[in-house]
């Protein structure tokens, strides 16, 4: 593989009441705040294993020892995601994909197969849908604060207003698979189940079978 693609992830530091707050219920803030810890911690060790030119975690809140060797921190700045997303890519001059901490299930081969079409003759753009109506990464040829400024985020209608942002930058476009992010603790099953080998999955099943209360079994 050509590694001449900066790999980005976008987090926020895994502190309980910041993040998985819709695991919440059936999980507790501390519990929803190990699921998201060990979701970037897979994702950032898959990131540190693919072949890249860089890799940098553009990071909401302080970094802990869960960031690997190999993968450069920097702080997010924007008051909202599209803005925060747009300064994520000022940290590339050149090609790059950028990833979240919701897709645990992420893998080397993945990514690499993402950075080969990002690399493409004739391809300007990558977009990985997400099953909610979002995405879950994006890469882009050239980077270009254009590609999100003002672009609603976090909405089932992300990914076709993403797309068409893209189209409308008359940028080449290539969709990419598409994954489940994990918002609701359904998710967290399923992802667990597909990806058993992970850390997520692990800590997932390390929680009460029945959580809350909820009648959905861990393991």
């Given at each position: 593989m050509n590694p001449n693609v900066t790999l980005l992830v976008i987090a926020k530091t895994p502190a309980p009441g910041r993040v998985k707050t819709r695991l919440c219920p059936p999980c507790t803030p501390t519990q929803a705040a190990a699921l998201a810890a060990a979701a970037l911690r897979d994702t950032l060790d898959?990131?540190?294993?693919?072949?890249?030119?860089?890799?940098?975690?553009?990071?909401?809140?302080?970094?802990?020892?869960?960031?690997?060797?190999?993968?450069?921190?920097?702080?997010?700045?924007?008051?909202?995601?599209?803005?925060r997303l747009a300064h994520?890519?000022?940290?590339?001059?050149?090609?790059?994909?950028l990833v979240g901490m919701d897709t645990p299930q992420l893998t080397v081969e993945l990514l690499e197969h993402a950075s080969r079409v990002l690399l493409a003759p004739g391809v300007d753009a990558v977009l990985g849908p997400a099953f909610d109506g979002g995405w879950w990464g994006i890469g882009l040829r050239r980077p270009d604060p254009r590609a999100f400024l003002g672009v609603e985020t976090s909405t089932p209608r992300t990914f076709c207003l993403q797309r068409a942002r893209l189209t409308q930058l008359e940028l080449r476009v290539r969709v990419l698979g598409a994954l489940r992010d994990v918002d609701h603790f359904a998710d967290a099953i399923h992802v667990a189940g597909c990806a058993p080998e992970t850390r997520f999955a692990r800590t997932l099943a390390g929680l009460k079978p029945d959580v809350g209360g909820t009648g959905e079994k861990v393991a």
């Open positions: 898959v990131v540190a294993a693919t072949p890249a030119i860089g890799r940098v975690l553009v990071l909401d809140g302080p970094p802990g020892p869960w960031v690997p060797a190999g993968v450069e921190v920097r702080a997010q700045t924007g008051s909202g995601l599209d803005q994520a890519f000022s940290h590339a001059s050149g090609p790059a994909l």
